[in-house]
Antibody
């Protein structure tokens, strides 16, 4: 069974950093791209970033480009989202999701990031 | 960036009724559109991909149609578990984008 489990969320001050992790199992991890999608309180879904199966191609939303870094460790079936220069508007539930043909077919339960002083 | 506009924002219906949700793209995206169902406290669920193909486990009462810029998700007869927020998402262009969502609520 496919499982995707996020961790690393928490409360951080504006300008601070946080590293999210996502552990996946139940599929051939390196064969699939992975994505982060977030949902701010009371808002809809917002795509954040996608990394290819090999890790060589990464796309970012303009809202996080230059501040967030997406990486993966295929030996550990894990992806990471390093977030820096965090802003109040980055406050959201961050979902990790498996990609399939450009869509997201398996999602985790999310990890909550709160940026506040 | 492809902007997806969903309508209506809220749909108030009773179990057993049919639902029609719309998603309009700001530029043509072929058939590269998906629909997701999202319930509070749960992970989003892929329902429809490539505009009209049902994902594994999606009940037959859900159907998708459209191409180019206009897309529709139809629920033939609402079950109690179908009341949720529905999002469309395009994969034709980077950045990927989602619509703002349509909430299907119990009338």
């Amino acid at each position: 069974e496919v499982q995707v489990v996020e961790s690393g969320g928490g409360l951080v001050q504006p300008g601070g950093s946080l590293r999210l992790s996502c552990a996946a199992s139940g599929f051939s991890f390196s064969a699939y791209a992975m994505s982060w999608v977030r949902q701010a309180p009371g808002k809809g879904l917002e795509w954040v970033s996608t990394i290819s199966g090999g890790g060589g191609t990464i796309y970012y939303a303009d809202s996080v480009k230059g501040r967030f870094t997406f990486s993966r460790d295929n030996s550990k079936n894990t992806v990471h989202l390093q977030m820096s220069s965090l802003r109040a508007e980055d406050t959201a539930l961050y979902y990790c999701a498996k990609d399939w043909n450009g869509y997201n077919d398996w999602w985790g339960q999310g990890t909550l990031v709160i940026v506040s002083s | 960036e492809v902007v997806l506009t969903q309508s209506p924002v809220t749909l108030s219906l009773s179990p057993g009724e049919g639902a029609t949700l719309s998603c309009r793209a700001s530029q043509t995206i072929g058939s590269y559109l998906a629909w997701y169902q999202h319930k509070p406290g749960q992970a989003p669920r892929l329902l429809i991909y490539d505009a009209s193909s049902r994902a594994a486990g999606t009940p037959a009462r859900f159907s998708g149609s459209g191409s180019g810029t206009d897309f529709t998700l139809t629920i033939s007869s609402l079950e109690p578990e179908d009341f949720a927020v529905y999002y469309c998402q395009q994969r034709n262009n980077w950045p990927r984008t989602f619509g703002q969502g349509t909430k299907v609520e119990i009338k």
